[in-house]
């Protein structure tokens, strides 16, 4: 018997060390596409989505944040997961700070030069296209 303790004891030993191991080391962060400042954005129209990867409501936009880019290939859409990367959760802090924004959530999308986040896969489907095109008609 004291065998059999010593094996589930080592055993033991060493999940733990491999479960601290797995969370413990840094996760490589998804690449982050090239993220354009207001100079380079005069005459187009930029849209920030921002998602999580293992979001239920991200996953039912997602469908139709696609085909809005595809049928605007005018538009500039920067599909930024914000939950495992840095980088990304950075600047959707840094725009919805600059928006006054005190809750945020995702899904989310900020439409540069509209003043008003859309937050939720109702919210997203129901005016994004309508802010597009009004941000459309300003840069005309």
Request: hydrophobic letters at 40%; proline letters at 8%.
């Amino acid at each position: 018997m004291d065998n059999t303790l010593k094996i589930v004891a080592g055993l033991f030993t060493v999940v733990l060390l491999v479960c601290v191991l797995f969370f413990a080391l840094p996760k490589e962060p998804a690449p982050t596409p090239l993220l354009l400042t207001d100079s380079s954005v005069q005459g187009n129209v930029t849209v920030f989505f921002f998602y999580g990867e293992e979001c239920p409501h991200c996953h039912n936009v997602m469908p139709f944040i696609h085909n809005l880019s595809k049928k605007y290939p005018e538009v500039n859409f920067q599909i930024l997961e914000t939950w495992h990367n840095e980088t990304n959760n950075a600047l959707s802090k840094l725009l919805n700070q600059k928006l006054a924004i005190q809750n945020p959530g995702v899904p989310e999308v900020i439409v540069v030069g509209n003043n008003t986040p859309l937050i939720g896969d109702r919210n997203i489907p129901e005016y994004l296209e309508v802010v597009i095109l009004e941000q459309l008609k300003k840069k005309q």
